[in-house]
């Protein structure tokens, strides 16, 4: 699986979150989420990570992956 590295800068305000898919998640799709870095889980599945400006911003994420059809099996906030 190719990397996916987003651009933007949020910002130093904003929080690190992980997003765990089942399977393995296509370029469209993962074009999708310029903000998020994707690789490849060890355990399968693809790992979706990055920063998340405020509830507004991860809130739009996980209506991004609904409607591409995505699960997101597992979220976590990471530590700074």
Not at 14 to 19: P, T
Not at 28 to 54: I, K, N
Request: aromatic share 6%.
């Amino acid at each position: 699986m190719k990397e996916s590295t987003g651009s933007r800068d949020r910002g130093s305000a904003a929080i690190r979150y992980e997003f765990l898919l089942p399977g393995r998640v296509s370029e469209a799709a993962l074009s999708a989420f310029p903000e998020l870095t994707a690789r490849a889980s060890p355990m399968g599945g693809t790992v979706m990570f990055g920063p998340v400006a405020d509830g507004a911003h991860l809130h739009g994420l996980l209506d991004r992956f609904q409607t591409l059809g995505l699960t997101v099996v597992e979220l976590r906030q990471l530590p700074d």
